[in-house]
């Protein structure tokens, strides 16, 4: 059963590009998982330092190892979430 996960990110203007480039590192890191099924960033229109990020895993379980993984605490858990301003997530399990 997927698992997908949608994330709002939003960071100041000025720590925009810090947080593209982290992302985007992130985005390739996390489609060479076994259990990632899809990872998608987008930049939200006319929302300087918003950011929208999709995510599916095969499992929870996947995604549980998703963010157990060395780039994840790196990327994320100390580049990105540090610089963030407001962060909501929303998870969801396919029918």
Request: include cysteine.
């Given at each position: 059963?997927?698992?997908?996960?949608?994330?709002?990110?939003?960071?100041?203007?000025?720590?925009?590009?810090?947080?593209?480039?982290a992302l985007l590192t992130m985005r390739e890191h996390t489609r060479a998982e076994p259990?990632?099924?899809?990872?998608?960033?987008?930049?939200?229109?006319?929302?300087?330092?918003?950011?929208?990020?999709?995510?599916?895993?095969?499992?929870?379980?996947?995604?549980?190892?998703?963010?157990?993984?060395?780039?994840?605490?790196?990327?994320?858990?100390?580049?990105?979430?540090?610089?963030?301003?407001?962060?909501?997530?929303?998870?969801?399990?396919?029918?």
């Open positions: 059963m997927s698992y997908a996960v949608v994330a709002h990110y939003r960071c100041a203007p000025a720590d925009e590009p810090a947080v593209r480039a259990a990632n099924e899809a990872y998608e960033v987008h930049a939200v229109a006319d929302e300087p330092g918003g950011f929208l990020l999709y995510e599916r895993y095969a499992d929870r379980a996947g995604f549980e190892a998703h963010k157990a993984a060395g780039h994840f605490r790196e990327l994320i858990v100390e580049t990105v979430w540090p610089l963030l301003t407001d962060r909501s997530v929303t998870f969801a399990e396919a029918l």
